[in-house]
């Protein structure tokens, strides 16, 4: 048992960066992404790829971390041409686009099968500590984003970011430039996102197509929506209760003895019901985000 | 060239139920509905259990249009009008969570390997030597008849010409007396309507698998955008430029260009290609190519 909460307490911190990218990206600067997994896929393969050529750790993160600043930048100037809904559309087809190349193009990504073999970090420890030691990677990268991200919040562009979100218009005036600040922002999501992506490549040893499909980015959404838009204490919350429905949602394959089918099913019926449920009744999320007041 | 115009206007036809019902609703409800793209996927299944169940494939067909638009007009109602009060990304939000639970609805009870309608197999009519299938003639029909009545309704009716003016200016429209709901009801159930029909008929031309809405999701969004969100024949002539595009992209051999005998385009990006269209188009005109309305900046 043990065990396993240690794994589950490892995909909590992964995907908990993750939703922290989605979290600023969507709740402070108000931008609707739709594919935000595709920051982590492609942070996931480019790690993988790297470790394939038998890069070095920080290469490989390196790769990753640059691969998702293009996609973000890319994916930023092009909200500069649409409005929000038409660029949540976009944004949904650039993943599925993205995700059709890693299923295709065998010669780089391995195709539906991935990239398996990749050397896991620590293994040279013996079993329980590798595990408890990629743990603590994770937990110490978790702790880095969430203080990077709270002095980003508090500083001049945090509040030019939630100035855009409420008024585009009122920013302009304060002479912010919102592309400039769609891209900065984009980029500063993306990051954490790519890294969590690459760690989790080298957590499970594989990276695969299945990285990316959208039902991730879903799950990303239920976290932060679960957690309270623009909260980042909520996003950890939402995390733990995502994460922990997911992990066991599994069990019932064992337990009630359904085919895998169905199992997949309720996973995917858990997280959709989960997010509807909050949406209607907790708007808001569990810790809404607390708006500060005029002094 | 017979047979290309055939494949153009097959897929047309299947595109087209399905964005000119989403088009439509957007001109009312003003936020993009991703579920749609699954109500077809719920009425290839549900026509295909009517089938199973005994009845004849036009009777059980209909049966599955008249249960969507009704699951449509419930959905709307008791979910998206809710959600839209805290604005239109919650109801994209939302509108993605229930396309979740349909996608777990299908797998949980119909499995994820394809299924096929029993059809009574006939010969094929020949067209100038080309061979169609009465199922692929029959969803041509389909397509053309949909979009003659639907422009009726829009164009010809009190209720077109309500939803035409609710569209437009709600504030005027509601004060001169028309029922928004009344009138959002009846679209929305139209449009789950059309959509089961287009998942039907796709169903019909390929197969009827759980995946039948996701797919559909980047071309119908683009056939719909292209055309300018809330115009419905816009949208009818986005997916005839979709079709066309992604016909063209299958069948042109760019052997020449590459300098081998064949190169064909390789078949798993063709939806990249009908979004790549959508791009460069809402690069030159951000709203769509048959967008009328005149917006302030």
């Known amino acids: 048992m043990s065990s396993f909460l240690i794994h589950l307490l490892t995909l909590v911190c992964l995907y908990a960066m993750m939703a922290l990218g989605l979290n600023l990206q969507a709740g402070y600067a108000g931008m609707v992404n739709f594919g935000f997994i595709a920051f982590a896929g492609l942070g996931a393969y480019a790690a993988g790829i790297a470790s394939q050529l038998g890069w070095p750790l920080p290469a490989a993160l390196l790769l990753a971390l640059a691969a998702a600043a293009v996609l973000a930048v890319a994916t930023a100037r092009l909200g500069r041409q649409l409005s929000s809904d038409y660029w949540g559309i976009a944004t949904l087809a650039i993943a599925e686009i993205l995700r059709t190349v890693a299923l295709n193009e065998s010669w780089l ?16 420890l013996p079993s329980p500590w590798r595990d408890l030691a990629f743990l603590a990677l994770a937990a110490l990268c978790l702790a880095l984003v969430y203080g990077g991200y709270a002095r980003i919040i508090h500083s001049r562009f945090g509040r030019a970011l939630k100035v855009m979100r409420e008024e585009t218009s009122l920013a302009v005036c304060f002479g912010y430039d919102p592309v400039s600040l769609k891209m900065r922002a984009s980029v500063a999501a993306a990051l954490p996102a790519a890294l969590a992506g690459g760690l989790l ?22 976290i932060v929506m679960v957690g309270g838009l623009g909260s980042n204490l909520g996003v950890l919350l939402g995390g733990l209760l995502v994460q922990s429905v997911y ?17 997949g099913a309720v996973r995917l019926g858990l997280v959709g019901l989960m997010l509807l449920a909050c949406l209607l009744w907790r708007p ?12 | 060239m017979l047979q290309f115009l055939l494949d153009v206007l097959i897929r047309t036809s299947d595109l087209l139920l399905v964005s000119v019902g989403l088009s439509t609703l957007y001109s009312l409800i003003r936020f993009p509905n991703v579920a749609h793209v699954q109500y077809a996927m719920l009425g290839a299944f549900l026509s295909l259990a009517g089938q199973r169940a005994g009845l004849p494939l036009g009777l059980a067909a209909a049966l599955s249009c008249v249960l969507v638009g009704c699951l449509a007009v419930l959905l709307n109602i008791f979910v998206f009008m809710r959600l839209l009060r805290s604005g239109s990304a919650v109801a994209m939000i939302g509108s993605l969570a229930v396309s979740l639970i349909a996608v777990a609805l299908v797998l949980s009870t119909a499995g994820s390997r394809p299924l096929q309608y029993t ?15 009465s199922a692929q ?44 709901n009344r009138v959002t009801n009846l679209i929305t159930f139209a449009s789950g309507v059309l959509a089961a029909l287009g998942g039907t008929m796709l ?5 009827v698998h759980v995946n039948l809405g996701n797919n559909l999701l980047i071309p119908v969004f683009s056939a719909a955008i292209l055309g300018g969100l809330g115009n419905p024949l816009g949208a009818a002539a986005g997916a005839l430029l979709i079709a066309l595009a992604e016909t063209l992209v299958i069948n042109v051999d ?9 190169q064909f385009f390789p078949v798993a990006y063709v939806s990249a290609v009908s979004f790549l269209i959508l791009l460069v188009t809402l690069m030159v005109r951000p709203y769509g190519i048959f967008d009328r309305e005149v917006r302030r900046v």
């Open chain 1, 109 to 124: 990504t391995g195709g539906a099968q991935g990239i398996g073999g990749i050397r896991p970090l620590f293994a040279d």
């Open chain 1, 201 to 222: 490549t080298y957590y499970i040893s594989y990276v695969g197509p299945d990285v990316m499909v959208p039902s991730e980015t879903f799950a990303l959404w239920t």
């Open chain 1, 247 to 263: 992990s066991f949602a599994p069990f019932l394959k064992d337990w009630l003895g359904v085919s895998s089918d169905l199992a």
């Open chain 1, 284 to 295: 808001r999320g569990l810790l809404p985000e607390r708006l500060e007041a005029l002094s």
């Open chain 2, 119 to 133: 059809q009574d197999i006939s010969a094929p009519l020949t067209l100038d030597g080309v061979a169609v299938s």
């Open chain 2, 137 to 180: 003639a029959g969803s041509i029909a389909c397509g053309a008849l949909t979009l003659l009545i639907f422009s009726v309704l829009l164009y010809r009716t009190n209720l077109g010409r309500s939803m035409r003016a609710l569209a437009s200016n709600r504030a005027l429209a509601l004060a001169s007396g028309i029922d928004a």
């Open chain 2, 203 to 207: 169903g019909l031309t390929e197969s």
């Open chain 2, 254 to 262: 760019f052997g020449s260009l590459v300098g081998r005998s064949m």
